[in-house]
């Protein structure tokens, strides 16, 4: 049988390994680390060789929505509504929080200077 000062080095073995693996996995393969410790832990070597195999991931970069341009004659203040698409009307907004919203071409807006619901893609310029 396996004395326990055997266990307690083997212990520190798997943890090494998966503190290698997981440093690794984070600095150079932009990986989850917290996952590779695991995995280094539970595999040993063979999961620390499984990560030189593995290409690096990239980051996602953060997108910024398109700017929107605006009719020079269309006066932002003031309170604004959308219908969703659920056929809802939603609102007031203000024109930032509107922006915010994510609308498509194809939703109907409209402005106290409308004298009609209008589509965002024919109001605005994206």
């Known amino acids: 049988m396996y004395e326990m000062k055997d ?3 083997l212990l520190r073995y798997c943890s090494l390994i998966g503190l290698a693996a997981a440093y690794l996995a984070k600095t150079k393969k932009g990986r989850r680390p917290f996952v590779w410790f695991l995995i280094g ?58 922006k915010q919203k994510n609308l498509t071409e194809q939703n109907y807006v409209w402005h106290e200077q409308f004298t009609e619901w209008k589509k965002w893609g024919d109001v605005f310029k994206a």
């Open 7 to 9: 266990l307690i080095q």
């Open 41 to 98: 832990f539970s595999f040993g070597i063979a999961g620390l060789f499984t990560l030189f195999f593995l290409p690096k991931l990239k980051k996602e970069e953060k997108k910024e929505p398109p700017a929107i341009e605006i009719e020079p004659s269309l006066n932002t203040k003031g309170d604004w509504y959308y219908i969703d698409a659920s056929h809802s009307q939603q609102g007031p907004y203000c024109f930032d929080d509107l």
